[in-house]
């Protein structure tokens, strides 16, 4: 893989996002950066800057999916772009007392995990298909091997976007377009302080962003971490149900 160029990543103020932005912002390297701070995402742009990459950034809300289609189509029609980083994205709870999700945050939690992730990778794969390169980074989540009781929907949307990933990786592989699905563990940011339970093997965002970054580059099709926690979770996904559900309450992440 050549050292991408042009580069769009979405959730550029979240913990992972914002540290990919630094991870590629070098002098020759433009950023089309999205995030919903504004304030938070003027400073990341200013580091990046400094860094030596021409930044231009959008507050547009990932929810508002012709908005968001339009600015992806801008983005690659002003530089074509060699990588595309969907990483924002939102976790909700079952809350206190394992009381159940909100509806209208499981709603929010579709659009912004789902629809919006693959509305992206639809808006730029005919333009990398036709150029024969390109590559797409879809964030999927070590939750996304088996779902957790205290966090249903955000499991189900990590997982949907694995399976998608994996699928379209398949689909698009003859045409020189590379996909892979990145599935992290506990990584700091302000999504995972708010997660409930225990955070074991917790990362930085930094360490995170340097790891996908060097298997982006190797195009691994599946960037999942850190070990042993990945393992565990893979095992929860192949281990009889029972066994699986009962590993899940030992550890603590039924709720």
């Not at 394992?98 to 919006?116: F, M, Q, S, V």
Request: aromatic share 8%.
């Amino acid at each position: 893989m050549i050292a991408p160029k042009n580069i769009l990543i979405t959730g550029a103020t979240g913990g992972i996002g914002g540290a990919l932005a630094l991870a590629y912002a070098a002098s020759g390297v433009r950023l089309f950066l999205q995030g919903r701070d504004a304030a938070k995402l003027t400073a990341i742009a200013a580091r990046c800057e400094g860094l030596g990459s021409i930044v231009e950034t959008s507050v547009i809300d990932v929810r508002d999916i012709d908005a968001l289609v339009v600015w992806v189509h801008i983005a690659n029609a002003t530089a074509p772009l060699d990588l595309v980083i969907p990483c924002a994205g939102i976790n909700i709870n079952t809350g206190p007392n394992h009381a159940g999700e909100i509806w209208r945050e499981i709603d929010a939690l579709i659009d912004i995990n789902i629809k919006a992730v693959i509305a992206v990778a639809d808006a730029v794969m005919p333009s990398m298909r036709e150029r024969k390169r390109g590559q797409i980074a879809l964030f999927s989540s070590l939750a996304g091997y088996f779902g957790l009781p205290v966090t249903p929907s955000y499991c189900a949307s990590k997982a949907a976007i694995k399976a998608y990933g994996e699928a379209l990786r398949g689909g698009v592989a003859a045409d020189g377009v590379e996909v892979n699905v990145v599935m992290p563990g506990f990584v700091e940011s302000l999504m995972c302080d708010e997660m409930p339970g225990a955070k074991p093997m917790l990362w930085t965002a930094e360490k995170a962003a340097h790891f996908i970054k060097r298997r982006l580059q190797r195009n691994h099709a599946r960037i999942s971490f850190p070990f042993p926690l990945n393992f565990g979770c893979w095992y929860l996904a192949v281990a009889p149900a029972g066994v699986a559900q009962r590993l899940v309450k030992f550890f603590g992440f039924s709720g």
